[in-house]
């Protein structure tokens, strides 16, 4: 191949190359969002978001590109939600799974008396947002297998002098629904409750228990 025809050949490699960058430029955010969600659902991903902002890691759009990131909490992966039960839980498992939603009950409904007490303050307000999204992965696991989830029981009661002692009740919440999942995990063999057992209590452990350990 002479000169002149290899120089053509690159001129031409660069205009399109040119070409397909400009058509990725011109995309909505809305569709660069969506991608990004599509990823998270089906690698149940972490956002890049900030640690103390609201986001379940399952991927959606709202949660998309790190904006919420998966602050309190690991992705999930659609797989888990999605389709039959292969298997019916055990009336053991059942048990176990009503437990864990409860105590996320317990935990929100904490941090919402906080809030009805002292406003709409950090990090309570965002840690009550990730803590309903923990509750609705805990129902749709169970609306998966068949079981009625448990009713919210509502407000613990709970007040505090101050907001340093309501951020020492978050952080002994949080410890308390850690070991939870302690004793709940060996209690089943679903490999899918297992896997959301497990990413809750690493958000417990790993995001909303330092915040509360730090907050005044």
């Known amino acids: 191949?002479?000169?002149?025809?290899t120089f053509k050949t690159f001129i031409f490699g660069?205009?399109?190359l040119i070409l397909v960058l400009s058509a990725f430029a011109v995309l909505p955010v809305s569709a660069v969002q969506a991608a990004a969600g599509d990823v998270g659902l089906l690698r149940g991903g972490r956002g890049n978001g900030n640690p103390t902002a609201p986001g379940n890691g399952l991927?959606?759009?709202t949660a998309a590109a790190g904006t919420a990131g998966a602050g309190y909490g690991?992705?999930?992966g659609a797989a888990l939600y999605a389709g039959t039960a292969l298997t019916p839980l055990t009336d053991a498992e059942k048990a176990v799974l009503e437990k864990a939603i409860l105590e996320e009950?317990?935990?929100l409904n904490l941090y919402r008396d906080v809030i009805a007490q002292f406003g709409d303050v950090a990090p309570f307000s965002q840690i009550a947002r990730s803590e309903?999204?923990?509750?609705n992965m805990l129902v749709r696991l169970a609306e998966k297998y068949g079981v009625l989830p448990p009713a919210n029981p509502g407000s613990t009661g709970a007040t505090f002098t101050d907001l340093n002692q309501a951020c020492q009740a978050g952080a002994a919440a949080e410890t308390a629904d850690a070991a939870l999942y302690d004793a709940l995990m060996p209690q089943t063999t679903h490999a899918d409750?297992?896997?959301v057992f497990t990413n809750l209590q690493a958000a417990s452990l790993q995001n909303h228990l330092p915040a509360f350990q730090t907050c005044q």
């Open 1 to 5: 191949m002479n000169t002149n025809s």
């Open 14 to 16: 660069a205009l399109a």
């Open 59 to 61: 991927g959606s759009t």
């Open 74 to 76: 690991r992705g999930m």
């Open 105 to 107: 009950y317990g935990a």
């Open 132 to 135: 309903e999204q923990h509750v």
């Open 193 to 195: 409750l297992i896997q």
